[in-house]
């Protein structure tokens, strides 16, 4: 049982390209989350979705776009990408909003 | 704004010791307070998590206290093993954002043989 899988794991970009970090869940969850983890700041939440078909941002959603493709998969989207966003990005998904959060091990961008 | 704050930043306990790290929050919409384990190259995992209608909890060597009063929650090693070593967040949610969670900036943890 594979749960959250997050491709690719590492990744390398320069400053103004793009790139789009995939999420899948093999749980059958409705809602889905991305979070960005820094050194010193826990887990931020740039976008969520409650369920199929939504989309919502969540504390720092500036420079990032997200699709849901179906209930399975969650995509957050680089269009340019800056030095600032150099973080390590956690994909989340849960049965129902209040039930527990289970996380992917994450991809790991550098932007230089 | 960080909505869930957490002592301290770093401890460092002894095999067989008590390790405790503090947490406090000041949304009352907050009805949900997991704490999250993780290691190096890993995503979080859940370790124990409360709702604010108990004080405590209780899961093996993990404990969490609640003081809803305070709006402070703490998480309890008992008897702290070297694999153990890790960070771990605190977390709260209420219906906001999804149920999304609102994190510590972590405690990273060394228990020493």
């Known amino acids: 049982n594979a749960g959250v899988t997050q491709t690719p794991k590492f990744q390398v970009l320069k400053t103004g390209q793009s790139m789009t970090l995939q999420c899948a869940q093999d749980m059958n969850h409705n809602s889905m989350y991305w979070y960005r983890q820094d050194p010193g700041m826990g887990l931020r939440l740039i976008y969520y979705?409650?369920?199929?078909?939504?989309?919502d941002k969540g504390e720092v959603p500036n420079g990032y776009n997200v699709s849901r493709l179906n209930k399975r998969e969650f995509s957050l989207r680089l269009e340019s990408a800056a030095p600032s966003q150099t973080s390590v990005y956690f994909c989340a998904s849960s049965d129902q909003g209040n039930q527990p959060q289970h996380f992917g091990d994450g991809t790991r961008l550098s932007i230089l | 704004q960080q909505q869930v704050k957490q002592s301290p930043q770093s401890l460092i306990v002894q095999k067989g010791g008590i390790s405790i790290i503090n947490c406090a929050y000041e949304n009352t919409a907050f009805d949900y307070f997991p704490w999250y384990q993780q290691f190096p190259g890993k995503g979080p995992a859940l370790l124990i998590a409360i709702r604010p209608d108990v004080s405590e909890k209780k899961e093996g060597r993990f404990t969490i206290s609640f003081n809803k009063s305070a709006k402070q929650f703490s998480l309890h090693i008992m008897d702290s093993q070297p694999g153990d070593s890790a960070t771990y967040f605190c977390?709260?949610?209420?219906?906001?954002?999804?149920?999304?969670?609102?994190f510590g900036k972590g405690t990273s943890l060394l228990v020493t043989p």
């Open positions: 979705s409650a369920s199929e078909g939504t989309t």
């Open positions: 977390a709260a949610r209420g219906f906001q954002s999804g149920y999304a969670l609102n």
